[in-house]
T-cell receptor, first 116, second 111 residues
Framework: GAVVSQHPSRVICKSGTSVKIECRSL??????MFWYRQFPKKSLMLMAT?????????EQGVEKDKFLINHASLTLSTLTVTSAHPEDSSFYIC????????????FGPGTRLTVL | SQQGEEDPQALSIQEGENATMNCSYK?????LQWYRQNSGRGLVHLIL?????REKHSGRLRVTLDTSKKSSSLLITASRAADTASYFC???????????FGAGTRLFVKA
C-alpha cells in the first residue's frame, strides 16, 4: 500500500518559536495533500488543502499566516506553525491523495506538538 | 465543518461480541469511508463504500450505506481485544474531494 511519513513524530518547543512539520508520500506522487488537527479524544479537523505548485486552501477559521503550508514537490508538503503558543499544542496529521485518484487518502502517522 | 456524526460516542463490549457503530451525515456524498485510530497514532483505512453501493464486507467488517437516510453503519463481528480503538467515518462531498470526519466512536473490547 501507499506510505505517507511525517517528521518529526513528536516535537516540544518553547512559546514563540516556529515549528516545521514535513509530510512525504514515499512511494507515490501526491498532487494534493491535506493537513488535519486533532485535539485529545476528538475527531480530525481539516485545516487546509495543499496542492502542488499552488497556494493552499484554508478552512474557515484557520489562520493562513499562523499555519504556513508549502507543497513544493509531488511528494512533500510542509506545515509550519509560526510563533507557536500553548494553544497550538495538538496532534497534526497529514494525508495524501495519489495523483489521478479522487477517493482514498493515505494518512501519515501524525506529529504530536507540545508548546511550552 | 464536521458533517459526520457518530453514535455511540463510546462503546464497551466483551471479546467475541459484535460491535455496531453508526454514522450520519448531512450533504450528498461521493463515498464514505471508515477509519480506525489507535490512541495517539495515525489513521488506518478500513473500508470505502461508494454512494451507489449499499453494503460492503471486508473480513470481520461489514459496512452499510443508506443514502436516503444519509447514514452508514460499521459492524465488527467476533470482536477482539485488539479491536480496541477509535473508529471514524469520513465523507467526501459530492463534487469535491475534501474529506470530512465524524466525531468518532471509541470502542473498548474487554478480554
Amino acid at each position: 500500500g501507499a506510505v505517507v511519513s511525517q517528521h518529526p513524530s513528536r516535537v516540544i518547543c518553547k512559546s514563540g518559536t516556529s515549528v516545521k512539520i514535513e509530510c512525504r508520500s514515499l512511494d507515490f506522487q501526491a498532487t494534493t495533500m491535506f493537513w488535519y488537527r486533532q485535539f485529545p479524544k476528538k475527531s480530525l479537523m481539516l485545516m487546509a488543502t495543499s496542492n502542488e505548485g499552488s497556494k493552499a486552501t484554508y478552512e474557515q477559521g484557520v489562520e493562513k499566516d499562523k499555519f504556513l503550508i508549502n507543497h513544493a514537490s509531488l511528494t512533500l508538503s510542509t506545515l509550519t506553525v509560526t510563533s507557536a503558543h500553548p494553544e497550538d499544542s495538538s496532534f497534526y496529521i497529514c494525508s495524501a491523495l495519489r495523483a489521478g485518484s479522487t477517493d482514498t487518502q493515505y494518512f501519515g502517522p501524525g506529529t504530536r506538538l507540545t508548546v511550552l | 465543518s464536521q458533517q459526520g456524526e457518530e453514535d455511540p460516542q463510546a462503546l464497551s463490549i466483551q471479546e467475541g461480541e459484535n460491535a455496531t457503530m453508526n454514522c450520519s451525515y448531512k450533504t450528498s456524498i461521493n463515498n464514505l469511508q471508515w477509519y480506525r485510530q489507535n490512541s495517539g497514532r495515525g489513521l488506518v483505512h478500513l473500508i470505502l463504500i461508494r454512494s451507489n453501493e449499499r453494503e460492503k464486507h471486508s473480513g470481520r467488517l461489514r459496512v452499510t450505506l443508506d443514502t436516503s437516510k444519509k447514514s452508514s453503519s460499521l459492524l465488527i463481528t467476533a470482536s477482539r481485544a485488539a479491536d480496541t480503538a477509535s473508529y471514524f467515518c469520513a465523507t467526501d462531498e459530492a463534487g469535491g474531494f475534501k474529506t470530512i470526519f465524524g466525531a468518532g466512536t471509541r470502542l473498548f473490547v474487554k478480554a
